[in-house]
């Protein structure tokens, strides 16, 4: 093992969870859009327990260094221009931030790979670096929304490499994160990430695979009240399978921010594991409940 890294023992439940958009909501086939009003009350809920929402990179140092205690990753996948326009005020009045898993293949376009629709913005370069600005963390969620999972080997590289060259070049910083688009991955895709240069990975419900490179995440939708939310919290740790012996840079003595990840073990022979293996059916198809 590195001697920038230590031990992770994600035996201990890791608090992360997913949103996507933050808009009132009209049409919503995919359940993928939270109100302004329903994320503040959510956000107050959390900091009424004590909670700060943070950026999944502060997340993982800090539990890399026994701090993570009170902290709870917030991550909001596919990179909506609602994001910037919706979220980050709110977040910024309670004192959190938040990890974005944005496109770069698909900046200032829309969700098309939605078949029901209804279209939506994404962010664009100019947004991408409002959202940095304000102090919130940048990830890939690929280039162009792939189920890595049915990619060839050149189109992996392209959509895990090339996403994270093109977030840094815009960025001007390192790009720590990856989310799994649909939720979907195997042990093949966990390595293409791994070699990609990331430092971890997003999932869902990653079931064997659970590690710093397809870490577990709750979803969080537009009917969660404090008592839904409570209910989750309790099941989280039922849910996920433990992981005790992946790392994740701390980068002592270094300066702040992302450093090359140590490798991780990748079963050599694992299921797909995505959002069609662990939630209903009327849900499957799309990467959030």
């Known amino acids: 093992m590195p001697a920038d890294t230590v031990p992770v023992p994600l035996s201990a439940p890791l608090r ?4 996507h958009s933050v808009a009132n ?3 919503d086939p995919y359940q993928v859009t939270v109100s302004p009003g329903r994320l503040e009350r959510q956000l107050g809920w959390l900091s009424r327990r004590g909670l700060t929402g943070v950026t999944m990179d502060r997340l993982l140092r800090a539990r890399a260094q026994g701090r993570g205690a009170g902290l709870v990753g917030l991550t909001f996948d596919d990179g ?3 994001f910037l326009e919706r979220a980050v005020p709110l977040l910024r009045r309670f004192g959190f931030t938040a990890t974005v898993f ?5 900046l200032g376009g829309t969700n098309e790979w939605d078949s029901l629709g209804p279209r939506k913005p994404l962010l664009t370069e100019d947004g991408i670096r409002a959202v940095v600005a304000a102090g919130m963390e940048i990830g890939s969620h690929g280039l162009r929304h792939t189920d890595l999972t049915k990619a060839d080997d050149a189109l992996l590289t392209s959509e895990t490499a090339r996403s994270r060259a093109l977030l840094r070049e815009l960025t001007g910083a390192e790009v720590a994160g990856f989310c799994y688009p649909y939720g979907t991955v195997d042990a093949r895709v966990v390595e293409a990430v791994r070699a990609a240069g990331y430092s971890y990975g997003c999932a869902i419900n990653p ?8 870490l577990p995440r709750i979803h969080v939708g537009e009917k969660d009240t404090a008592l839904r939310l409570r209910m989750k919290w309790a099941l989280h740790r039922w849910r996920r399978e433990p992981a005790a012996l992946d790392a994740y840079p701390v980068g002592a003595g270094l300066p702040p921010g992302p450093f090359a990840a140590s490798p991780v073990a990748s079963p050599a022979a694992s299921p797909t594991v995505g ?3 662990s939630v209903p059916v009327s849900e499957a198809g799309r990467s959030g409940p």
Request: zero cysteines; hydrophobic letters at 40%; a neutral charge.
């Open 275 to 277: 959002r069609e293996a």
């Open 16 to 19: 992360a969870v997913m949103y």
């Open 25 to 27: 909501r009209t049409e």
């Open 102 to 106: 944005v496109l770069p293949g698909r």
């Open 80 to 82: 909506y221009a609602d």
């Open 207 to 214: 079931g064997p695979l659970t590690g710093v490179f397809a």
